[in-house]
């Protein structure tokens, strides 16, 4: 069975109010209720709350979630953007519920971007700093209530996000959480990073306001949630859609809601937001041109150099500042003071 429902998150200062669409698949069935949508999920089958595009220019998501629809549903509109419909299971074979909602935050979608316009919200422009979200709070602390309500309900979490074209594909999961490292690892991205949070992370966790994100918020509350983080902002590329399907589908066996087991993951697992190499000045960056993501770097391994370009002076000979893998490189040569150029990621096992 599939279900939709338009879903009010918000309403702008004119009174047009900010709607999605809210998916169900299986079991459970949306149902109109006194305010909005409801889910009526009967019996114990588990619920698996996915979303996209909680970031705007993050659309591989997007496509992710439309063509597993296809698949689910015997729809054959996928065909444009990669592959369309196939033979697989259907809505019909899911023993228990899967809720999507495809975008997450419409104000982002439209403009394309990362944040919303301080106009909008001052408070918080970056959704996903806000959750679990405040009925009565800013703009996009009451669009992450709403979902909330659905995402809060479920058993486990898959919040699809999408990297820049210079970053290794990977699962983002709590660190130390072994339900989230399972789900993270049923996903099957080559690459996990583990994330330490609150007293265990670094000053910069707290700073950037991480504990705000849907997938620290959710783990808190005991839902296993990963956040995959799939190649290429602003277009949709068919390898990155394959993946984030295929990775769907083992969550969806992970959780049990189809039968079968998800494929056996043989990757790695690195910490996440601790390892770079940051623009000591503004100006042009050039990497080593034998540097590619995914390689592995030494602790003071030379990956690159920034220059004035006005004058061609060298500013800075960067360096990787611990032994580690290279997950993302800065391939857009401007760059200001305080900028990532390299991600390092250290690799950790049994974790």
């Given at each position: 069975?599939?279900?939709?429902?338009?879903?009010?998150?918000?309403?702008?200062?004119?009174?047009?109010?900010?709607?999605?669409?809210?998916?169900?698949?299986?079991?459970?069935?949306?149902?109109?209720?006194?305010?909005?949508?409801?889910?009526?999920?009967?019996?114990?089958?588990?619920?698996?709350?996915?979303?996209?595009?909680?970031?705007?220019?993050?659309?591989?998501?997007?496509?992710?979630?439309?063509?597993?629809?296809?698949?689910?549903?015997?729809?054959?509109?996928?065909?444009?953007?990669?592959?369309?419909?196939?033979?697989?299971?259907?809505?019909?074979?899911?023993?228990?519920?899967?809720?999507?909602?495809?975008?997450?935050?419409?104000?982002?979608?439209?403009?394309?971007?990362?944040?919303t316009p301080e106009s909008l919200?001052?408070?918080?422009?970056?959704?996903?700093?806000?959750?679990?979200?405040?009925?009565?709070?800013?703009?996009?602390?009451?669009?992450?209530?709403?979902?909330?309500?659905?995402?809060?309900?479920?058993?486990?979490?898959?919040?699809?996000?999408?990297?820049?074209?210079?970053?290794?594909?990977?699962?983002?999961?709590?660190?130390?959480?072994?339900?989230?490292?399972?789900?993270?690892?049923?996903?099957?991205?080559?690459?996990?990073?583990?994330?330490?949070?609150?007293?265990?992370?670094?000053?910069?966790?707290?700073?950037?306001?991480?504990?705000?994100?849907?997938?620290?918020?959710?783990?808190?509350?005991?839902?296993?949630?990963?956040?995959?983080?799939?190649?290429?902002?602003?277009?949709?590329?068919?390898?990155?859609?394959?993946?984030?399907?295929?990775?769907?589908?083992?969550?969806?066996?992970?959780?049990?809601?189809?039968?079968?087991?998800?494929?056996?993951?043989?990757?790695?697992?690195?910490?996440?937001?601790?390892?770079?190499?940051?623009?000591?000045?503004?100006?042009?960056?050039?990497?080593?041109?034998?540097?590619?993501?995914?390689?592995?770097?030494?602790?003071?391994?030379?990956?690159?150099?920034?220059?004035?370009?006005?004058?061609?002076e060298t500013l800075q000979v960067?360096?990787?500042?611990?032994?580690?893998?290279?997950?993302?490189?800065?391939?857009?040569?401007?760059?200001?003071?305080?900028?990532?150029?390299?991600?390092?990621?250290?690799?950790?096992?049994?974790?």
């Amino acid at each position: 069975m599939h279900t939709s429902r338009t879903l009010t998150l918000a309403r702008l200062p004119s009174g047009v109010p900010i709607r999605t669409t809210v998916h169900a698949y299986g079991e459970g069935e949306l149902v109109d209720g006194d305010d909005g949508p409801e889910l009526d999920a009967p019996g114990d089958g588990p619920v698996v709350y996915a979303q996209a595009a909680q970031h705007g220019r993050e659309v591989n998501g997007v496509a992710v979630l439309r063509r597993l629809h296809d698949r689910l549903v015997g729809n054959a509109s996928g065909s444009a953007d990669a592959g369309g419909a196939s033979d697989g299971p259907t809505a019909a074979d899911l023993d228990g519920t899967l809720v999507t909602v495809p975008v997450a935050d419409p104000l982002t979608f439209d403009r394309v971007s990362y944040t919303t316009p301080e106009s909008l919200d001052s408070r918080q422009p970056n959704m996903n700093r806000c959750w679990p979200g405040d009925a009565e709070g800013s703009l996009h602390e009451r669009m992450a209530a709403r979902l909330w309500r659905f995402a809060g309900a479920a058993d486990a979490i898959v919040d699809l996000h999408t990297g820049s074209p210079s970053m290794a594909t990977h699962a983002v999961y709590m660190r130390g959480d072994e339900a989230c490292r399972g789900l993270a690892e049923a996903f099957g991205t080559d690459l996990l990073l583990a994330e330490a949070a609150g007293d265990d992370a670094d000053t910069e966790w707290d700073e950037r306001g991480f504990a705000g994100k849907l997938r620290v918020a959710a783990t808190r509350e005991g839902i296993p949630t990963i956040t995959p983080e799939l190649a290429h902002s602003r277009e949709i590329v068919a390898a990155a859609v394959e993946t984030g399907v295929a990775g769907m589908v083992g969550a969806l066996r992970h959780e049990g809601l189809l039968d079968g087991e998800p494929d056996p993951w043989d990757g790695v697992v690195a910490r996440n937001h601790l390892g770079r190499a940051i623009a000591d000045d503004s100006g042009l960056f050039v990497p080593e041109p034998d540097l590619a993501v995914g390689d592995r770097v030494r602790e003071g391994e030379r990956v690159g150099e920034v220059f004035d370009p006005t004058t061609f002076e060298t500013l800075q000979v960067a360096r990787a500042d611990r032994d580690g893998i290279a997950y993302s490189v800065a391939r857009e040569a401007t760059v200001a003071a305080g900028a990532t150029l390299v991600g390092v990621a250290e690799r950790i096992d049994g974790d």
